[in-house]
């Protein structure tokens, strides 16, 4: 890498709470940001943080991951919200939009806490590497092209050539210091040395920079970030008619499928980087008992932040009591320590999120071309290219895998062999090499011509294997076109497993059994 973000450290206590108060800081701006996108209150996201944060971070399966509110649930979540206060707004109801979205995270909440009980999280671990480099690739470049808004006013214009000359200076400063702070000592965080320094300069007004303050200003025409305990409610006054149940589901399943492939490509991610394994369906139970109780409790609901969770790694936190402290931390600054993070330069945030992009970019990538095929190529670019252009990180990923699978089966097909040989006795006896599987079977079935063979022929399993229900209709259809042309074909070294397949099937094929038949079961796919 370009840089060494991730060095393997061993967490401790006093790395673990150093790391989640920096963690804290980098929740704020970007809880208010997806906030903004869900159209709901910013307490409303910051306190989606902490229970996200909080929860997973005591029970989910990978400690040291950060969750919270995130953009692809906000945009997602934002339909209910808007089509809620619509509805609401007929029916003189202020609120009924919220009940929308609280509703819709209970019910996604359970869906994710259904997937765990199925045990469906370890799927993630067929993800091919290609699709999962594609993935990080694209997630770097989103979270580059997101800072970008911060060098801007409301409106969208960029800001003064002064005002942007003075923040990438103080975004510059701030990646200086995450890079060679260590060199000095590494007792605290240099991430959190770099917020506070950026964070004293513009205290004591040796610039003037855009800070937190302003940015919650431009949003609810309020510089001051506080708020109250959350309280428990229940989506009451919500019509349950066909309408609502499509619109709620619909979009409780895109939201818990979206919240689980992102945390848990996030928890593979930072297996590899920390060499070490995090339990897949613990984290989708904890996934869903977060977001049904954010919902619960008035969140927008969330799932795993792969820009936070770096900078926690980075940071030296790799425990439990990482994702704790910064969800506390970020419920003091709700409740009383608002004016404090107010004054935090935004361009220290920035800073920040630049060395995540850096540390995150597989920069590998560009040493695989001419090194790996290029159907593997293709798939990373693929990836990468939805996850840029299309803002769906679970979109991407399972286009990743599809594109995966249809290329295994392509080169899978190709490598079906046929190997013929004639006996003493006029039988002739092809020899089967590779697995017989619905993208093979037309391959395999060309290459067998009656009018051209014995009347007698053997086709030997034992170095091949019967896959799913197309081989066996192949088998049985290649056994018809012998037997119209008045000749007999056998199948040789057939499991014990795959000759009761053939039997269930009702195959015409005759199986004949030998003495060396290999003992392997069938996968039926």
């Known amino acids: 890498m370009l840089f060494n973000l991730f060095a393997k450290t061993n967490g401790n206590w006093k790395d673990d709470t150093l790391s989640g108060l920096t963690v804290a800081l980098a929740l704020v701006p970007e809880a208010i940001a997806f906030s903004f996108i869900a159209g709901v209150d910013p307490i409303v996201g910051l306190w989606s943080a902490v229970f996200l944060g909080l929860i997973t971070s005591s029970f989910g399966g990978r400690p040291g991951m950060i969750s919270g509110a995130t953009g692809a649930i906000a945009v997602v979540v934002a339909k209910v919200v808007s089509i809620g206060n619509e509805t609401g707004l007929a029916r003189g109801i202020e609120d009924l939009g919220m009940q929308y979205l609280f509703a819709t995270l209970m019910l996604a909440g359970t869906i994710q806490a259904l997937v765990a009980v199925f045990k469906l999280g370890r799927f993630i671990r067929l993800v091919p590497h290609p699709v999962m480099m594609g993935f990080v690739n694209g997630l770097a470049i989103l979270i580059l092209f997101a800072q970008f808004a911060s060098f801007k006013s409301v409106d969208g214009q960029w800001l003064p050539q002064s005002e942007l000359m003075v923040m990438g200076a103080l975004a510059l400063l ?52 506080k708020g109250s305990l959350p309280v428990w409610g229940w989506p009451g006054d919500i019509l349950w008619d066909l309408e609502t149940l ?34 897949g369906n613990r984290e989708c139970y904890a996934q869903g ?50 004016p404090v993070i107010g004054q935090i330069p935004i361009a220290a945030l920035v800073g920040v ?39 769906n990180l679970a979109l991407a990923v399972i286009s990743g895998v599809i594109l995966s699978a249809l290329v295994f089966a392509w080169k899978s097909a190709q490598h079906v062999r046929l190997f013929p040989h004639d006996t003493d006795d006029g039988v002739r006896v092809y020899s089967l090499q590779g697995v017989l599987y619905f993208g093979s079977v037309r391959e395999f079935a060309e290459r067998l011509t009656p009018a051209n063979d014995p009347d007698n022929i053997i086709i030997d399993f ?35 497993d795959c000759q009761k397949m053939i039997a269930a099937a009702g195959s015409l094929v005759e199986i004949e059994v030998a003495d060396d038949d290999p003992h392997y079961s069938v996968a039926l796919i």
């Open 246 to 279: 499509i619109l709620i589901g619909g979009v409780a399943v895109t939201v818990a499928t979206v919240g689980l492939i992102e945390s848990l490509m996030t928890l593979q991610l930072i297996d590899d980087l920390t060499e070490t394994r995090g339990q």
């Open 353 to 391: 999120m630049f060395m995540v992009v850096i540390g995150t970019f597989e920069w590998a990538t560009f040493s695989t071309f001419g090194k790996v095929p290029m159907s593997d190529i293709f798939v990373i670019l693929a990836v990468m290219l939805i996850t840029v252009l299309m803002h």
């Open 174 to 225: 701030t990646m200086i210091i995450i890079q060679f702070f260590p060199k000095l000592t590494k007792a605290v965080p240099s991430i959190l040395v770099a917020i506070v320094t950026v964070g004293l300069i513009s205290y004591f007004d040796l610039v003037t920079t855009k800070t937190v303050s302003d940015v919650l200003f431009e949003g609810t025409g309020s510089s001051e970030l």
């Open 289 to 338: 008992g977060a977001n049904f109780l954010s919902g619960l409790f008035g969140g927008m609901g969330g799932c795993a932040m792969i820009g936070q969770s770096l900078i926690n790694i980075k940071s030296g936190g790799r425990g439990r009591m990482s994702g704790v402290v910064a969800a506390l931390t970020l419920a003091v600054f709700i409740l009383v320590g608002g």
């Open 462 to 496: 034992k170095h091949a294997r019967v896959a799913d229900y197309s081989s066996l209709e192949v088998l049985t259809a290649v056994t018809r076109r012998y037997r119209k042309a008045g000749k007999n074909v056998r199948l040789r070294h057939l499991s014990t």
